[in-house]
Nanobody
Framework: QVQLVESGGGLVQPGGSLRLSCEAS????????VDWYRQAPGKERVLVAT???????NYADSVKGRFTISRDNARNTAYLQMNSLKSDDTAVYYC????????????????WGQGTQVTVSS
């Protein structure tokens, strides 16, 4: 079965940087889109960045110019490079991907990672 495994979260000072990784594993035929979401305490989960299979990207206004989403299709891995971090970037970050499996190459199913905590504090 397909699963997403995230890494790279942690504690960082304001102005610092982190890179989050999201690796898909299992019976994968192809990974269509990859999204990064985040959810701060007491707030709704919001979309931060998206990337298509072909590499087209979009960003929330709150992170544009500071965050970069990328993917390595050969490694079934997506990344979120976060620079110039602010205290209000503190949240649990979730990877979300549309994936077709070897058993059903036509239909794309959505999968979520487990989430990784990012804390920006001095």
């Amino acid at each position: 079965q397909v699963q997403l495994v995230e890494s790279g979260g942690g504690l960082v000072q304001p102005g610092g940087s982190l890179r989050l990784s999201c690796e898909a594993s299992g019976s994968i035929y192809s990974i269509n889109y990859v999204d990064w979401y985040r959810q701060a305490p007491g707030k709704e989960r919001v979309l931060v960045a998206t990337i298509t299979r072909g590499g087209n990207t979009n960003y929330a206004d709150s992170v544009k110019g500071r965050f970069t989403i990328s993917r390595d299709n050969a490694r079934n891995t997506a990344y979120l490079q976060m620079n110039s971090l602010k205290s209000d970037d503190t949240a649990v970050y979730y990877c979300h991907a549309g994936i077709s499996s070897l058993g059903d190459i036509v239909n794309v199913r959505a999968y979520w990672g487990q989430g990784t905590q990012v804390t920006v504090s001095s």
